[in-house]
């Protein structure tokens, strides 16, 4: 009995797009030639959460089909992991009645680059915007010390 899989691919960005449709055909034809292709989304570039390769974005693309062949899963791994332009890719068996993939969710928008000026300008406005503390008078100190003092004396020894 055939098994539903999805295989997510994220591609580099910067590779020339030539080499993105070769990798996506060799995928495609690799698996019509053992199974069935149920699905094709291309999900667009894509922020990622962390740089992998110190690249910040990753294309995403994502195969559904139903083959009951390990051997073309094991093709695709070892295609997957040798060819140029792929930064990851996963293969996951789904479970009989899983809901359809969902739309990818338009990306939130891209932090400002902060630069140097920027980070000093705010905490030099919030620095002015303190009220100005005026100088304690000189017998403020003098009772302080003399509160601390008189504490220490009181203070029960923990040796007994």
Do not use: C
């Amino acid at each position: 009995m055939p098994r539903l899989y999805d295989l997510m691919l994220m591609l580099d960005p910067n590779a020339p797009e030539e080499r993105q449709n070769e990798v996506i055909r060799n995928v495609e034809s690799m698996i019509e030639a053992d199974a069935t292709l149920v699905g094709k989304h291309d999900w667009g570039v894509r922020r990622l959460a962390y740089e992998i390769d110190h690249r910040p974005d990753g294309a995403y693309h994502l195969f559904q089909f139903e083959t009951d062949k390990n051997e073309l899963l094991e093709r695709l791994d070892h295609s997957l992991k040798i060819a140029d332009g792929v930064l990851r890719f996963r293969t996951i068996r789904l479970k009989p009645g899983s809901p359809p993939p969902p739309t990818p969710r338009p990306e939130a928008p891209r932090p400002r680059e902060r630069t140097q000026d920027a980070r000093v300008a705010p905490r030099a406005a919030a620095d002015s915007e303190r009220p100005v503390e005026e100088p304690e008078s000189k017998d403020a100190p003098a009772e302080a010390e003399s509160e601390s003092a008189a504490e220490d004396v009181e203070s029960p020894a923990d040796g007994s």
